[in-house]
């Protein structure tokens, strides 16, 4: 969660929504005329309405030498693809997961998850040409024609109620547009644009067929249990493994006087330094406490509930879905004004309102009721849909914002768990919890032949991290390595 990023725009989700597509249109790769394709104006305007919510919502990774490289190999292949007159973009999400992206317009992105598990430089242009190829064959388009957002909320394995929509979708629509999902015909043809245009600019495509088992691997253990992941998006890496292999060499046989470039040193002294994982410093859940290092406030998490953190707002759960709290924060600078704001916006009647002192900071806890004036009982009374316990707890200029929310007939079961988290709120002051730091990628040189396995003992990775880094290396334990190969190995 960033504060910086909590206030931003959600027009891009509404035209989402009430977008018409018709009009026919020529496909750019195929040369076929295809129906129901919005044009291309439209397209830029998607694109352009979605990017400063994608900044927003993930935050650009900090690194001016990726950053650079992701935009300066972006714009050379845009120049030789099929669609080279758009203005592209090309970005690095600060998001752990492993995954990369296109929207409609030209806006391409990839996460520092998946950065960190390419090992060359042609790994990661053959999936650069993929998501050009999805820009070129304008699937971003019609996967957004044929896909309603209707992803309540972000947390892996939880069917929320569709009533909490409107108050988890700042972080859930926007971590939909990272499981953006295009058909198999789709991906086989960005595959192949994958293929083609990253051997047009002199790199060998092979490895990118290579990647995709590095993405089979990734589908099991933990980090394959992460959602989403460039696997739930681009499904059968190993039946793609062989076609891009084959697409590869074929493709080469078009420059027969052409060496391809692997680049693997270069590539990987870039990584010198990258976050790996999770960013503990953005906040992170430890046992049954939420802590966050650089707004210093930690509170409770009720036992087996499910967390996910955003920039926007964390999101807790229990996995039947049948409550919800958000933890977020308010734009207003009052507590009154951010109570009638809630309660004005969301159209809710209020049903109790008090004034308290949470750990020695000013707070307001209202309960509110959302009704629907279609829905009448018996005595036609506006049935209430929605029950919502909210406090409102200031610290200076800042205002901390949480919901607990259930349907009537479960809140009184999760009332006092609302109560628990959100009166837990507090000052962090724990040195140790302050001070945590994130694993980073480093880069170093074997001093002579080796297994990977016997380079990540001798280099001090703990055992239970060396499945983890063999597939963060793209490699097995029993691999053999070479005196001055090039490894990742994680360190704080």
């Avoid at 076929?32 to 927003?56: C, T, Y």
């Avoid at 009704?371 to 005595?379: G, K, L, R, S, T």
Wanted: hydrophobic fraction near 35%.
């Amino acid at each position: 969660m960033k504060k910086s990023n909590i206030i931003w725009t959600r027009t891009f989700f509404l035209t989402l929504a009430i977008l018409i597509i018709s009009a026919c249109s020529r496909n750019p790769i195929t040369g076929k005329k295809e129906a129901f394709v919005m044009n291309e104006s439209r397209e830029q305007a998607l694109g352009d309405q979605a990017d400063p919510s994608i900044i927003a919502s993930f935050g650009l990774y900090p690194d001016q030498t990726l950053q650079k490289f992701i935009d300066t190999k972006g714009q050379q292949m845009a120049r030789i693809s099929h669609r080279s007159h758009l203005r592209y973009e090309f970005k690095i999400l600060d998001s752990p997961v492993v995954n990369a992206f296109a929207l409609p317009g030209g806006y391409i992105y990839f996460t520092r998850g998946i950065m960190a598990h390419f090992n060359n430089e042609a790994e990661f242009a053959g999936v650069l040409g993929h998501e050009i190829g999805h820009i070129s064959g304008r699937h971003s388009a019609k996967q957004q024609r044929n896909s309603i957002l209707t992803q309540v909320g972000m947390i892996a394995g939880i069917v929320l109620s569709k009533k909490f929509a409107q108050y988890a979708e700042s972080a859930g629509q926007s971590m939909q547009l990272l499981m953006l999902k295009n058909g198999r015909d789709h991906e086989t043809q960005s595959d192949q644009m994958g293929v083609e245009y990253s051997t047009k600019i002199g790199y060998d495509a092979t490895y990118m067929a290579g990647f995709f088992k590095t993405l089979n691997r990734l589908s099991g253990g933990d980090e394959g249990q992460r959602i989403p992941t460039f696997m739930s998006t681009h499904p059968d890496p190993l039946n793609r493994y062989t076609k891009v292999g084959q697409w590869a060499k074929k493709e080469q046989t078009k420059y027969p006087n052409r060496e391809f470039k692997e680049n693997r040193n270069q590539y990987l002294r870039m990584l010198e330094g990258l976050i790996y994982g999770e960013d503990p410093r953005q906040g992170y859940k430890e046992g049954n406490t939420f802590y966050h290092p650089e707004l210093k406030f930690k509170f409770p998490v009720p036992t087996n509930w499910q967390l996910a953190n955003s920039p926007q707002q964390v999101q807790m759960a229990p996995k039947n879905g049948k409550a919800m709290m958000i933890f977020t924060l308010a734009p207003e600078k009052t507590l009154n004004e951010a109570v009638n704001n809630f309660i004005t916006k969301n159209k809710l009647q209020k049903k109790e309102e008090a004034n308290l002192t949470i750990n020695g900071f000013p707070a307001k806890a209202i309960i509110t009721e959302q009704v629907d004036p279609n829905q009448v009982d018996e005595n036609e009374q506006a049935i209430v849909t929605l029950k919502i316990v909210t406090y409102f707890i200031q610290d200076g200029s800042t205002i901390y914002t949480f919901h607990g929310m259930s349907e009537p007939s479960d809140f009184i079961e999760y009332k006092n768990l609302f109560r628990n988290t959100m009166e837990g709120f507090e000052r962090l002051t724990d040195p140790s919890k302050i001070k945590v730091q994130p694993d980073r990628i480093h880069i170093i040189s074997i001093n002579s032949p080796s297994t990977l396995s016997v380079a990540l003992r001798n280099a001090g990775v703990k055992s239970d991290q060396f499945d983890q880094m063999a597939i963060v290396n793209g490699m097995q334990l029993t691999d053999q390595l070479k005196k001055d190969q090039l490894i990742k190995v994680l360190k704080k």
